[in-house]
């Protein structure tokens, strides 16, 4: 079966109890003998998240006319359950594998935004699989060879949290490696990376959808880590893998 956004539109109301009793049955029937639909329904219900609730401050700044342009014919309405599923598509893909495409286009400098939208759906489920030291180690090589750096799990261990993947996303023409953790106290944070055509820039923090960030460049590359975890917990990792990494 071919996953399409007509197809998570209907899963994420069906998790969100908003098909009808008719709707509802046709899907359950379906999903006894679909296993390919089963298995997406369970990749979406892993998250537990209430997508309606989760996705509702975003939508209003959503790039609708792009998510038009995207997910229907020019004619077409981009309803918000579209949009929701659109983006729960994107999660979907970065569980699954190592790249993800993401295709909010924002300017030069808002990719800080754009990378906390992708987080700030991440619950401790999301990372509840660790790989292999063999796979990870692989996926840090991959993941740095696309962005022009050196990644393994020496230079980037941290006391209390669990390394759990490291994968590349994208969107236009712009690469952005994310490397996770699971923290047992504040949950998923993560380091990004992508290019850098400024200036470097010293060590900086902001907030963002509730999650604190740490962000600085250097002459090829810009950096952030972001996560729930104290501005201080956040400080410290970022100087932690700065540190680690040369950066």
Not at 106 to 133: F, G, H, K
């Amino acid at each position: 079966m071919t996953i399409t956004v007509n197809t998570d539109e209907l899963l994420v109301a069906y998790l969100d109890n908003e098909l009808s009793a008719t709707e509802r049955l046709a899907l359950e029937e379906r999903l006894t003998h679909d296993e390919h639909l089963a298995e997406r329904l369970a990749l979406l219900e892993r998250s537990s998240l209430p997508f309606k609730s989760a996705f509702e401050p975003l939508l209003d700044a959503a790039p609708a006319a792009r998510l038009q342009g995207y997910l229907t014919p020019v004619t077409a309405n981009v309803s918000r359950r579209h949009l929701i599923a659109a983006a729960v598509s994107f999660l979907a893909l970065g569980v699954m594998g190592d790249r993800a495409f993401l295709h909010f286009s924002q300017p030069e400098e808002n990719w800080r935004e754009l990378v906390a939208q992708y987080m700030a759906l991440y619950t401790p489920e999301t990372l509840a699989d660790t790989p292999s030291p063999a796979a990870l180690e692989n996926q840090l090589q991959t993941t740095g060879q696309q962005l022009g750096l050196s990644l393994t799990s020496a230079k980037i261990m941290l006391p209390d949290a669990t390394l759990k993947n490291a994968r590349t996303l994208a969107y236009e023409d712009r690469r952005i490696a994310q490397i996770t953790w699971l923290d047992p106290a504040s949950g998923p944070f993560a380091l990004c990376i992508t290019g850098n055509s400024g200036a470097p820039m010293a060590g900086q923090s902001e907030q963002r959808l509730g999650m604190n960030i740490v962000f600085w460049a250097n002459k090829t590359h810009q950096f952030m880590v972001i996560g729930h975890g104290s501005m201080a917990k956040i400080s410290q990792a970022a100087k932690q893998l700065q540190h680690g990494l040369g950066a």
